[in-house]
């Protein structure tokens, strides 16, 4: 069966794109096939050409676009132990919100992707951390004036709110509540990793490993090793 290991955040800056190269490697270590999705990938790799063509034209993306996009490209993997790897990517909750989408619509695509991948193993990594943390974490790694673009971007969606710095969180805090709730509706496997604002970079992949251990398959290689 193949699986589909999604990797996403709270936030940005919290270890996500990290934490999948260290995951590529591991898993290959494994003995798995890996196909490892980066997130800036989606303008560039063909299968997804449906998502990028839109994007380009509307910088948005149409539901079934992205339903029938997903499902041909992770169908394609075959049905054995591969593993399609994304970065940032799926379950699309912040996309599919920053291009103004409500929540039943969201609550809709997560139907509609379930039943389409119903034969594949999804299984999702989310590094939880405290928002207002974690942005500040991004605002150091980040270029000078990337956290004042970021909030106002995020907080024109939030316009009630008393700051931009607490729409963004506002909002950000909604897309967490939203993604781990109709995961777990959809019965799909989540390693939700907690306090990643205060973990290292290391300390997140261990957590990381140790979660998924017991999910993924042991490719015959990996068995042998493991039993000298």
């Keep these: 069966m193949t699986i589909l290991l999604a990797v996403t955040g709270v936030a940005p800056a919290v270890g996500v794109s990290t934490l999948t190269r260290s995951l590529r490697e591991w898993l290959s270590a494994r003995g798995l096939s890996v196909d490892h999705l980066e997130q800036d990938e989606v303008y560039t790799r063909a299968e997804l050409a449906p998502v990028a063509r839109e994007l380009a034209v509307r910088e948005s993306v149409a539901i079934e676009t992205l339903v029938?996009?997903?499902?041909?490209?992770?169908?394609?993997?075959?049905?054995?132990?591969?593993?399609?790897?994304?970065?940032?990517?799926?379950?699309?909750?912040?996309?599919?919100?920053?291009?103004?989408?409500?929540?039943?619509?969201?609550?809709?695509?997560?139907?509609?992707?379930?039943?389409?991948?119903?034969?594949?193993?999804?299984?999702?990594?989310?590094?939880?951390?405290?928002?207002?943390?974690?942005?500040?974490?991004?605002?150091?790694?980040?270029?000078?004036?990337?956290?004042?673009?970021?909030?106002?971007?995020?907080?024109?969606?939030?316009?009630?709110?008393?700051?931009?710095?607490?729409?963004?969180?506002?909002?950000?805090?909604?897309?967490?509540?939203?993604?781990?709730?109709?995961?777990?509706?959809?019965?799909?496997?989540?390693?939700?990793?907690?306090?990643?604002?205060?973990?290292?970079?290391?300390?997140i992949f261990a957590a990381t490993c140790r979660g998924l251990a017991d999910a993924l398959p042991d490719s015959p290689a990996h068995s042998t090793d493991s039993s000298d």
Excluded: C, K, M
């Excluded at 909750?93 to 695509?109: C, H, K, M, P, Q």
């Excluded at 939880?128 to 907080?155: Q, T």
């Design 68 to 203: 029938q996009t997903i499902s041909d490209f992770v169908g394609a993997e075959g049905d054995d132990d591969s593993v399609i790897l994304l970065d940032s990517l799926f379950p699309f909750v912040s996309a599919l919100t920053e291009w103004g989408y409500g929540d039943y619509r969201i609550s809709g695509f997560f139907d509609e992707i379930a039943e389409r991948l119903s034969g594949v193993h999804v299984v999702v990594v989310y590094l939880d951390a405290d928002v207002d943390r974690a942005l500040r974490n991004a605002e150091a790694r980040e270029p000078e004036g990337w956290l004042d673009w970021y909030v106002d971007n995020l907080a024109s969606t939030t316009p009630d709110a008393s700051s931009p710095l607490h729409a963004a969180a506002d909002r950000l805090e909604r897309e967490r509540e939203l993604t781990l709730r109709l995961v777990a509706e959809h019965d799909w496997d989540l390693l939700a990793i907690p306090h990643t604002d205060e973990l290292s970079a290391d300390e």
